[in-house]
């Protein structure tokens, strides 16, 4: 069976400071990583994914994961957050079965 | 990227009554489409799979009766709540994935109260 992880229910950091939302991962066989973001009443928008190849992944506004297979990790990471970087991110894990998993979410507060 | 519409985005019936909720992929062909709910401040739960032109398979613990679901085209699956009643009340997202991509795309969700 497959799980995702993401420890932290909450984190909160200032405007301009790095952000990094943590997730960890338990499946079989070589998952395809993802990270969505949600914001409040509306669907999922991806962010980014890791299928294979270089270990750093960049995605949209901004974001970066880095895949840690010895760690079955792969936390979300932004150099400098935003206050509009406030939502409801969600990491997901797709093995082969095309099902993706979800984490729990964590929920990123940016203050100004 | 690829854009899934949902609607509605809200909807709110009376206790008994059906509720249908459309999902529709506007600028590719999705073979495949999921349903799923989420209770406030967690996480999404995989309610079905639908395939275009068959029936779906539904997660275990989902009733296929309440949550019927049809995929009828290649660009828009529906998922009808029948006889709804205020447990049912919740967030229903619904995703699809393009046949040789491997991210799957959200709609914007649909919010259903039942009274």
């Known amino acids: 069976a497959q799980s995702v992880a993401q420890p932290e229910d909450q984190v909160n950091v200032a405007e301009g400071n790095p952000l990094t939302v943590k997730c960890t991962y338990s499946?079989?066989?070589?998952?395809?990583l993802f990270w969505y973001v949600q914001y409040p009443n509306r669907g999922l928008q991806f962010l980014l994914k890791y299928i294979t190849g270089d270990n750093l992944v960049k995605g949209s506004y901004g974001f970066e994961a880095e895949f840690n297979k010895s760690q079955t990790s792969f936390h979300l990471k932004k150099p400098s957050a935003l206050v509009s970087d406030s939502a409801l991110y969600f990491c997901?894990?797709?093995?082969?079965?095309?099902?993706?998993?979800f984490g729990a979410g964590t929920t990123v507060t940016v203050r100004a | 990227g690829a854009v899934v519409s949902q609607h509605p985005s809200r909807v709110i019936c009376k206790s008994g009554t059906s509720v249908k909720i459309e999902c529709r992929s506007l600028d590719f062909q999705a073979t495949t489409m999921f349903w799923y709910r989420q209770f406030p401040k967690q996480s999404l739960m995989l309610m079905a799979t639908?395939?275009?032109?068959?029936?779906?398979?539904?997660e275990q613990g989902v009733e296929k009766d309440k949550f019927l679901i049809n995929h009828a085209s290649l660009t828009l699956s529906t998922l009808t709540v029948t006889s709804a009643h205020p447990e049912d009340s919740s967030f229903y997202i619904c995703?699809?994935?393009?046949?040789?991509?491997?991210?799957?795309?959200f709609g914007q969700g649909t919010r259903l109260t039942v009274v």
């Open positions: 639908s395939n275009e032109g068959s029936k779906a398979t539904y």
């Open positions: 499946v079989s066989g070589n998952p395809y």
């Open positions: 995703s699809a994935r393009q046949p040789m991509n491997t991210e799957a795309f």
């Open positions: 997901a894990v797709r093995p082969n079965d095309y099902k993706l998993s």
